[in-house]
């Protein structure tokens, strides 16, 4: 089958791919970034879309030609285009898929989509599957699967391993008793693959989960003892008001999994109907411990573990190093800047403006580290082209600079340091 799959590139698309293509389907990535879905699996077809943007029939229409099957695993934790990514988008879809006579369409959601959860996550989610089971010319599966795990992780998946892999202590958010039923990756991508061809389930609207309830504590102390740490204190009853602050200026500073929605809905439940899942694919998906001793933990895992507070941590020191720069730049005035004046002979005028100009950028550049509004590999390289530059100027002014142990060059040497720690381990999630 030829099969047009919508959000390739996350984490559960990535998984969904690769199975379809193992079964030997033929894969169209619908995704805003083909190169990328290219680079993951080389020689697949891709189609640039963008479902923000693309909410009406006629723009979908080329691009199901020769299509057999539909899998839409798009989704947005958060956003303002949250809404047109979910419904907006999927609606024109659908409506392009009755126009070109395709019938078959996967659609995942996620178990916590309802309503009563008060995100617009959960709305937008809820709202995109009540379009979806309006369609009666339509042959829909709706999959709303639990905590989707694999050996690998990303975005929420990682902030557990985050937590999990601290130095001798566990937090547990509340109680830790947050319900979860984990279904691996290979389970939901195996299903996936089954349903798209098989026609005796349809119009259903189906809860994949793993076949055992377990508390986030028991998550949390599972993947420490997949990971091979020693057993760690456990800090509970972490008050859920300042979880609630964290996730708050998670959402300002960055794009990861720390957000009040992930907060909301991760305590608004995430259990299902996992026997009805095992009764209509006909098998059981693999428990976590069954999971876990199948693909056991390597020395990449427990890096990545270690080092998963290294990425916040190094942004927000270089992003507050950039600023305490601009800001004591501004109050030293134009000392800063003598050795740019004597090197490039400009009159004693030009000193206010130039210092105005370096502290503004330096400024800026914090502010962007901070906010993350540009992309880390723009952001290293203007980094790496400030701190070369003027560290190649005073340099040509003063070369002596460089055995003074407190001066101005010296330190640079940190802080390239910092900056390539940083883009190392950035992956803009």
């Known amino acids: 089958m030829r099969i047009l799959v919508l959000g390739d590139t996350g984490f559960i698309g990535r998984h969904i791919t690769g199975a379809l293509l193992g079964a030997g389907h033929h894969v169209v990535a619908a995704v805003r970034r083909p190169a990328e879905a290219q680079r993951r699996f080389p020689g697949i077809d891709t189609v640039q879309c963008d ?77 995109a599957e009540e379009e979806l089971r309006a369609q009666d010319d339509l042959d829909w599966v709706i999959l709303r699967p639990s905590l989707v795990y694999h050996q690998g992780s990303y975005g929420g998946t990682s902030l557990l391993r985050g937590l999990a892999g601290l130095p001798g202590l566990l937090p547990l958010p509340g109680d830790g008793a947050q319900l979860f039923q984990p ?16 026609s005796t389930v349809t119009r259903a609207t189906l809860e994949p989960a793993g076949p055992e309830t377990l508390r986030l504590r028991d998550i949390l102390l599972r993947l420490r003892a997949w990971l091979g740490l020693p057993p760690a204190r456990l800090i509970p009853q972490v008050p859920m008001p300042l979880i609630h602050a964290m996730a708050g200026l998670g959402e300002m500073f960055g794009r990861g999994p720390v957000s009040r929605n992930a907060v909301a809905q991760m305590i608004h439940g995430n259990t299902g109907d996992a026997a009805g899942f095992a009764r209509a694919i006909g098998w059981q998906p693999m ?33 507050l190093l950039w600023l305490a720069s601009g800001i004591i730049g501004l109050f030293a005035g134009i000392e800063t800047v003598q050795p740019v004046l004597d090197l490039l002979q400009l009159p004693p005028a030009a000193a206010r403006p130039l210092a105005i100009a370096f502290c503004g950028l330096d400024l800026l550049l914090g502010a962007a ?58 992956d803009d999630t």
């Open 51 to 127: 479902l923000a943007r693309d909410v009406t029939a006629a723009v979908w229409l080329p691009r199901l030609r020769g299509i057999d099957a539909v899998v839409n695993v798009a989704g947005l934790l958060r956003g303002p285009a949250i809404t047109a990514v979910h419904v907006e988008g999927p609606r024109a879809l659908y409506a392009a898929c009755r126009s070109a006579g395709l019938r078959r369409i996967i659609h995942i959601s996620a178990i916590s989509a309802d309503t009563a959860a008060g995100t617009d996550y959960a709305r937008s989610k809820w709202q």
């Open 183 to 198: 279904i691996h990756a290979d389970d939901l991508a195996r299903a996936v693959c089954q349903l798209v061809a098989d």
């Open 287 to 319: 428990t976590m411990a069954e999971a876990q001793a199948r693909h056991p933990a390597h020395v990449q895992d427990r890096w990545h573990a270690r080092l998963y507070w290294l990425r916040p941590a190094v942004r927000l020191a270089l992003a």
């Open 369 to 426: 580290l901070l906010l993350r509004w540009f992309g880390t590999g723009l952001l290293t390289a203007v980094q790496l082209a400030v701190v070369t530059g003027y560290s190649l100027v005073l340099t040509l002014a003063a070369p002596a600079l460089w055995a003074d142990p407190y001066g101005p060059l010296l330190k640079n040497l940190p802080i390239l340091v910092l900056i390539a720690i940083h883009w190392a381990l950035d």
